[in-house]
């Protein structure tokens, strides 16, 4: 979303999908989640969302469905680690970290909660700017 917007992490997001030793990933239902959130908090069109979503697939991004384990892994994650106050860890993001547990590679974010939730189900984490050009702690 961060590289969709300009804001301050899409260099480096744009660096972590060039970059050919890595794969960048994205789950079906996170990519729902950016739609939502581009054209309904930020005035997008879809027809732009998904143009800009079809680049990036053209240029490396791959797009994966739910599997069923990472779907039971979600919901298990978020079972275990939310909590309303101090980690209110959406589902949306619980299958980002499911996918990424599920297919052993880095999760991206600049999520501070998720870090916190992904680090301790042990998983690695690029900590990314914040849309005020924070980085994670």
Same mark, same amino acid.
């Given at each position: 979303?961060? &590289?969709?917007?300009? !804001?301050?992490?899409? $260099?480096?997001? $744009? ?6 030793? !890595? ?43 739910? !599997? ?5 892994? /979600?919901?298990? *994650? ?8 101090? $980690?209110? *860890?959406? &589902?949306?993001?619980? *299958? /980002?970290?499911?996918?990424?547990? /599920? ?10 909660? &998720?870090?916190?939730?992904?680090? $301790? ?10 849309? !005020?050009?924070? &980085?994670?702690?």
């Amino acid at each position: 979303m961060a &590289l969709l917007i300009g !804001e301050p992490a899409a $260099a480096p997001v $744009a660096a972590v999908l060039r970059d050919p030793r !890595e794969r960048s990933v994205i789950n079906a239902v996170n990519v729902a989640e950016v739609i939502d959130v581009l054209v309904r908090l930020r005035g997008r069109t879809v027809d732009e969302v998904n143009e800009r979503l079809d680049w990036l697939a053209a240029g490396g991004l791959e797009i994966v469905p739910t !599997e069923e384990a990472a779907g039971r892994m /979600a919901g298990a *994650i978020r079972a275990s680690h939310y909590y309303r106050r101090r $980690a209110p *860890i959406s &589902l949306a993001d619980c *299958i /980002a970290l499911a996918t990424a547990q /599920a297919r052993n590679d880095a999760l991206a974010t600049a999520d501070q909660v &998720l870090i916190d939730v992904a680090l $301790a189900v042990g998983s690695e984490v690029v900590g990314l700017p914040d849309s !005020e050009g924070r &980085l994670p702690d």
